[in-house]
C-alpha cells in the first residue's frame, strides 16, 4: 500500500500597534508518503507495517509599515524524518459498487516522531475491479521534536479533514 498527503496551510493577521500597521503571514506545507506491506487476514481485515516519510516547512513573515515601524522580518523552519507505523484496515462491502472503510495506525515509536497516529473513514465506489474513487475523512496526530535552543523544530500537530483520492489495485 502506498499513501501520499500534501497540505498547504497559511494564515494572515494585520493588527496595529500604536501607528505601526504589522500585517503577519505565515504558511505551512507538509508532505508525507507512507509504504506499507500488509497481510490480509480475510477478505475484510488487513494488518499492515511500513514507513511514513514526513517533510514540514513552515515560513513567517512579519511586515510593519506607518511612523517609527522599523525593519520588517522572516523566518523559515522545516525539518523531515521517517516514522515506522503499524495498524489494521478494515472494509465492508454495502454492495457490489460501494464499500465502507476504516484504518487505524500507530508509530513513531521515538525513531522519528516520539509517537504519531492516524485514523480514518472512507466511502469507496468500484469504477472498476482494479480502480476505485475514495471519499473519506482522515485524522493525523504527530509529535515530532529535534534539536534544542535556537536550533529546536518541534512538530506537535493534529490535522484532520476531508480527503479524496483513487485507489489502483494490482
Do not use: C, H
Amino acid at each position: 500500500m502506498a499513501d501520499y498527503i500534501y497540505m498547504s496551510l497559511e494564515a494572515d493577521k494585520q493588527s496595529n500597534v500604536g501607528p505601526v500597521l504589522v500585517d503577519s503571514t505565515v504558511e505551512v506545507q507538509q508532505t508525507a508518503f507512507e509504504f506499507d506491506v500488509g497481510y490480509r487476514v480475510n477478505d475484510q481485515v488487513t494488518v499492515f507495517g511500513g514507513l511514513r516519510y514526513n517533510d514540514v516547512d513552515t515560513d513567517l513573515d512579519v511586515v510593519r509599515s506607518g511612523p517609527g515601524a522599523g525593519a520588517s522580518r522572516a523566518a523559515s523552519k522545516g525539518d523531515s524524518w521517517i516514522d515506522p507505523v503499524v495498524g489494521v484496515t478494515a472494509r465492508y462491502p454495502v454492495n457490489e459498487t460501494w464499500s465502507v472503510g476504516v484504518r487505524g495506525d500507530v508509530g513513531g515509536f521515538g525513531v522519528g516522531s516520539d509517537l504519531t497516529w492516524q485514523l480514518m473513514a472512507t466511502v469507496n465506489w468500484k469504477v472498476r475491479d482494479n480502480l476505485e474513487v475514495v471519499a473519506g475523512y482522515r485524522y493525523l496526530d504527530a509529535d515530532y521534536e529535534d534539536g534544542s535552543g535556537a536550533d529546536l523544530f518541534k512538530y506537535d500537530m493534529v490535522t484532520s479533514g476531508p480527503g479524496i483520492g483513487v485507489s489502483f489495485k494490482f
